[in-house]
């Protein structure tokens, strides 16, 4: 589980292979459900989360 979330995670690092990543990430967490694995899920979901880039400033 954690070498797949890894795995996933470097597919992310490059623009050639994100969507890859994606799907790897994707797969390991249905997994990670499954399983009830939630420490992991959350960490995917961050992985996932940090790949899509900064977020928007908050509004006052």
Known sequence: MRLDTAHG???LSDRD???DGLVVLDRTAK???QFGLV????SIEGIKAMSEGPAEPRRR
């Open 9 to 11: 995670h470097i597919l």
């Open 17 to 19: 292979t994100r969507d």
């Open 39 to 42: 420490h992991q899920l959350r």
């Open 31 to 33: 997994v990670a459900a």
